[in-house]
């Protein structure tokens, strides 16, 4: 299989302070993880992309010392989005990819944030 | 710019009929694309994929056509489930050239009647 975990999937927190999201292959090593955010009936959008011991890769847009990205293993990778405000809260979803020229990402189940 | 697109936002189909979801793209350095389905407060799950080297890849109950000249894909689902209602999303990455960034379209909401 290819399972991917979220942790937490749901959070509330009050404007100005920090969250931090898990992401973590369960079952398999991803080289690259990704992260996403859905806005309301809207598609994914990339925010960034990050490899096992390097920089992540943000989009254009994304500010990298607001959505700070860490991937310290083959298997987790973490989404801190400091200083949150309401306007940040939204749907945000991790995938990893195994790499290999395998192309298909697995999804965590995402997280919920509210900021208050 | 919406490099992939979805222009059906819904889609209603009978239980056992079949279902046919489109997706159309702009960027022809894409080569491989690929199809999710996702239910509310989920994560997409990986349906099927297929290679622009390919026409046509079947995996049970769901086969993607792509036509490359048309820059056109499609995802049949034969025949429909009431659990195949969600959103399908379609995906097309430029391989690794890309870092394997997938582009999604806005997604199809897939409604199967009992």
């Known amino acids: 299989g290819a399972v991917v975990s979220q942790h937490p999937s749901r959070v509330i927190c009050k404007s100005g302070t920090s969250v931090k999201i898990e992401c973590r292959s369960l079952?398999?090593?991803?080289?690259?993880m990704f992260w996403y955010r859905q806005f309301p009936k809207k598609s994914l959008m990339l925010m960034a992309t990050?490899?096992?011991?390097?920089?992540?890769?943000?989009e254009q847009g994304v500010e990298k010392d607001k959505f700070l990205i860490n991937h310290a293993s083959l298997t987790l990778s973490t989404l801190t989005v400091t200083s949150a405000h309401p306007e940040d809260s939204s749907f945000y979803i991790c995938?990893?990819?195994?790499?290999?020229?395998?192309?298909?990402?697995?999804f965590g189940p995402g997280t919920r944030l509210t900021v208050t | 710019d919406q490099q992939v697109k979805q222009n059906s936002p819904s889609l209603s189909v009978q239980e056992g009929r079949i279902s046919i979801l489109n997706c159309d793209y702009t960027?022809?350095?894409?080569?491989?694309f690929l199809w999710y389905k996702k239910y509310p407060a989920e994560g997409p799950t990986f349906l099927i994929s297929?290679?622009?080297?390919?026409d046509k890849n079947e995996d049970g109950r769901f086969t993607v056509f792509l036509n490359k000249s048309a820059k056109h894909l499609s995802l049949h689902i034969v025949p429909s489930q009431p659990g195949d209602s969600a959103v399908y999303f379609c995906?097309?990455?430029?391989?690794?050239?890309?870092?394997?960034?997938?582009?999604f379209g806005e997604g199809t909401q897939l409604t199967v009647n009992p």
């Open positions: 995906a097309a990455t430029k391989g690794v050239t890309s870092g394997s960034r997938l582009t």
């Open positions: 990050s490899n096992e011991g390097s920089k992540a890769t943000y």
């Open positions: 297929i290679s622009s080297i390919k």
């Open positions: 995938s990893a990819r195994r790499g290999g020229g395998i192309y298909e990402q697995y």
């Open positions: 079952d398999f090593q991803a080289t690259t």
């Open positions: 960027n022809s350095m894409f080569d491989y």
